[in-house]
């Protein structure tokens, strides 16, 4: 969802008792924008390991490819498939 749509939902009761709807709204959009709506929230409380930067980006995946290159995966044959139900 985005920031338009979640702040609709989440600041409805403040928006409708405003007098100036239009201003409120994209004031609340913003806020909603600011706090919520990029990765740095995320990034120190732990749940993504790294903010990659865009002019970045291609350097970090060329590596990490060049690290799988040569990865073997050994898996187990399954004795039994699944039966269609």
């Known amino acids: 969802m985005g920031a338009k749509g979640a702040a609709e939902i989440i600041f409805k009761n403040e928006i ?3 007098e100036d709807k239009d201003a409120k709204w994209k004031e609340k959009e913003l806020e909603y924008t600011a706090k919520f709506a990029n990765p740095y929230g995320a990034a120190a409380r732990g749940f993504i390991d790294e903010v990659i930067l865009p002019d970045i980006t291609r350097s970090k995946l060329i590596n990490a490819f060049k690290m ?5 995966v050994l898996t187990i044959k399954r004795k039994h498939g ?3 139900l």
């Open 16 to 18: 409708a008792a405003s």
């Open 82 to 84: 699944n039966i269609p």
């Open 68 to 72: 799988l290159e040569n990865k073997v």
